[in-house]
T-cell receptor, first 116, second 110 residues
Framework: GAGVSQSPSNKVTEKGKDVELRCDPI?????LYWYRQRLGQGLEFLIY????????KSGLPSDRFSAERTGESVSTLTIQRTQQEDSAVYLC??????????????FGEGSRLTVL | QKEVEQNSGPLSVPEGAIASLNCTYS??????FFWYRQYSGKSPELIMF????GDKEDGRFTAQLNKASQYVSLLIRDSQPSDSATYLC??????????FGKGTMLLVSP
């Protein structure tokens, strides 16, 4: 597609439920990132995928969070047993190369998660 | 110490003025520095990046980098109301990821 596509755009769930957020990166982009942005806050790195390499999971806040990516295509971020503190906008981004080389992340519109 | 620090603002400037946005970072090994703009309710978009000490100009925007002081700034000349947004400073963390600051909100009044 022309840009990074994320779904759902909005998700309201009850505390304790599991949620899945999906990201479809720009075609040809080998790197895919998930960031979280709480209200009024900056972007918090969650996880990074590069091609078929092992993902960098160093930003995942707890074992309730997990993410998968098949090859260089779609990624799914799963949050199990959601808590109210998980409420945030989850942003997916992709880049053509490692950002330390080119630096340009292309962001999707985000998935706004509200945990009641 | 936070990895990337920015004043949250808001920074208020009148239309036509120069807006100066500042950022400090803690990792002396950082080599790539980026400014992203984020309109309210929207996703961030890249404005500029800078790798070398000194100034880099692109239209009304100038990025300045001082690695010795671990300081990077963004100047916006002839500020317009449409420049009102949150500006996020980002620094590379290794080769693969970026660490973002919390952003500075800029308000340009007509």
């Amino acid at each position: 597609g022309a840009g990074v596509s994320q779904s759902p755009s909005n998700k309201v769930t009850e505390k304790g439920k599991d949620v899945e957020l999906r990201c479809d990166p720009i075609s040809g982009h080998t790197a895919l990132y998930w960031y979280r942005q709480r209200l009024g806050q900056g972007l918090e790195f969650l996880i990074y995928f590069q091609g078929n390499s092992a993902p960098d999971k160093s930003g995942l806040p707890s074992d309730r969070f997990s993410a998968e990516r098949t090859g260089e295509s779609v990624s799914t971020l799963t949050i199990q047993r959601t808590q109210q503190e998980d409420s945030a906008v989850y942003l997916c981004a992709s880049s053509k190369d490692r950002v330390g080389v080119s630096g340009e992340l292309f962001f999707g519109e985000g998935s706004r998660l509200t945990v009641l | 110490q936070k990895e990337v620090e920015q004043n949250s603002g808001p920074l208020s400037v009148p239309e036509g003025a120069i807006a100066s946005l500042n950022c400090t970072y803690s990792d002396r090994g950082s080599q790539s520095f980026f400014w992203y703009r984020q309109y309210s309710g929207k996703s961030p978009e890249l404005i500029m990046f800078i790798y070398s000490n000194g100034d880099k100009e692109d239209g009304r925007f100038t990025a300045q980098l001082n690695k010795a002081s671990q300081y990077v700034s963004l100047l916006i000349r002839d500020s317009q109301p449409s420049d009102s947004a949150t500006y996020l400073c980002a620094v590379n963390r290794g080769y693969s990821t970026l660490t973002f600051g919390k952003g500075t909100m800029l308000l340009v009044s007509p």
